[in-house]
């Protein structure tokens, strides 16, 4: 999971070197696990280990909270894990590479770095009952910015970027408590709706003084808990472990102290 994870950084990464064709090519465009792939670049040596990563976007892209722009903006480019190769011929400014494994299918163009070994994220068990609603314990807070693939509402297993890094002292191996509130600026833009078109009954003798600003004194609820894989100065990704219903981009989380799960 973690070499398939992606990242967000304000910081590029060089696109000198990429994935020119395949064995098969131009027949084949995508390729995959112990497909032959020819790259382009230099200092190539055999026996290397590369990755392949590609600088990407979403095409389908909507603001799903009020100031995601703003914080996708700040966090940086967003870079997918597509898998790792081994450097198998090299000739000149080309080589031959054997993918080893793939998150998902490579295409021409995409990104070749050297491999970088990355720190394993200790899974915690969960011997414990999750509670539903807890006190929030004033620790390092964020929020969910964007998941990998793009999707809005996550279940366990799946990655998502995150607006605070190891500058804020987040690291692998922490793990999240995700949350949602009621006020507002915390629901999705159906769920605004719904809060401002509040229905009462008929036979109510007199409409309850429901002020919708009244929401933000709710109790936060907890949706599920998430480990942070990676981390970069200012952003970090993670994996949701545990939820009980849906998690979205635009919820909180909060860094559980190491005891949270005793």
């Known amino acids: 999971d973690v070499y398939c994870a992606g990242w967000m950084s304000p910081q590029d990464i060089s696109n000198n070197s990429y994935v020119l064709a395949g064995e098969q090519s131009p027949n084949t465009a995508r390729f995959v696990k112990n497909d032959s792939i020819f790259l382009t ?3 190539w ?5 590369v990755s392949m990563v590609r600088r990407s976007k979403d095409p389908n892209y909507y603001t799903i909270y009020e100031g995601q722009s703003a914080e ?3 966090a940086g480019l967003l870079f997918f894990d597509l898998g790792q190769a081994t450097v198998t011929f090299a000739q000149g400014n080309t080589a031959v590479a054997h993918v080893d494994f ?3 299918a490579i295409v021409p163009g995409d990104i070749v770095v050297p491999f970088q070994e990355r720190p394993l994220a200790a899974f915690r068990p969960r011997p414990y009952n999750f509670q539903h609603f807890v006190a929030l314990k004033g620790t390092t807070k964020g929020r969910i910015i964007m998941s990998k693939d793009f999707d809005i509402y996550l279940g366990e297993g799946k990655k998502f970027y995150v607006n605070i890094g190891s500058s804020q002292g987040l690291k692998s191996g922490d793990y999240l408590r995700i949350y949602r509130g009621y006020a507002v600026n915390d629901l999705d833009p159906s769920d605004q709706g719904s809060l401002q078109n509040l229905t009462y009954e008929d036979d109510q003798f007199k409409e309850p003084p429901t002020n919708p600003k009244r929401f933000g004194e709710i109790p936060k609820r907890s949706l599920g808990e998430a480990v942070v ?3 970069t100065p200012t952003t970090a990704t993670a994996m949701i472990t545990y939820t009980i219903e849906d998690v979205q981009i635009g919820d909180h989380f909060e860094v559980m102290p190491p005891e949270a799960g005793d």
Do not use: D
């Open 45 to 49: 040596q055999e026996g290397q280990k």
């Open 102 to 104: 793939s998150c998902e």
């Open 229 to 231: 894989l990676t981390t």
């Open 72 to 74: 996708i903006k700040k």
């Open 41 to 43: 670049g230099s200092g």
